[in-house]
């Protein structure tokens, strides 16, 4: 039942990234904030519900990103939220994560798909700007919106995403 939650939970999250959000940020920043709350929750699934189903959650999330928000190509989206969650899933294997060690796992994830995003996006000559000026007008301004998301929401993700662990253990015990 937990992971209905949390696929119910992003798909709210999904859904507010497009239509809710781009209302409530100032017209000023518009362009330059980009939220990517979906893949906030994938990275919180890396780190405390598994690398398997972090990659299975960025892909799928990333392949509905692909073809409602970006129509220029389908896949950037989905293979880097999935490899992305998986890589972050094999960093915390053993490990449990604090607050401070999940919000720099958060912004450096993030930090690495934009990175990605926008050279793929050179690659392919979809972006003719510099990763200079990317950095500044929209990586960093998008980087703070998902750091303080992780940060506000730190303690429910990290919650839900434990509970259905204990959930899935106690089915496998039955």
């Known amino acids: 039942m937990s992971m209905n939650r949390i696929i119910l939970i ?10 809710l959000l781009p209302w409530l940020i100032p017209s000023g920043y518009g362009g330059r904030i980009i939220p990517h709350f979906v893949f906030v929750v994938v990275i919180f699934a890396s780190m405390y519900s598994g690398r398997h189903r972090a990659l299975m959650l960025g892909a799928g999330f990333g392949l509905l990103q692909d073809i409602v928000y970006y129509g220029h190509m389908l ?17 915390f294997e053993r490990r449990r994560a604090t607050l401070l060690m999940a919000l720099s796992i958060v912004g450096m994830a993030c930090l ?4 990605a ?9 979809i972006t003719n700007e510099t990763y200079a000026w990317a950095v500044l007008e929209y990586i960093l301004p998008s980087l703070f919106l998902q750091v303080a998301f992780a ?3 730190y303690v429910p993700l990290r919650r839900l995403f434990e509970a259905g662990l204990q959930g899935n253990a106690d089915q496998e015990e039955e």
């Open 75 to 91: 896949g950037p989206h989905t293979f880097m939220m999935g490899l992305i969650g998986y890589l972050a899933g094999i960093l």
């Open 10 to 19: 992003m798909l709210l999250l999904f859904v507010m990234e497009g239509s």
């Open 112 to 115: 690495l798909y934009d990175t």
């Open 117 to 125: 995003l926008y050279f793929i996006y050179r690659i392919f000559r």
């Open 151 to 153: 940060l506000t929401f």
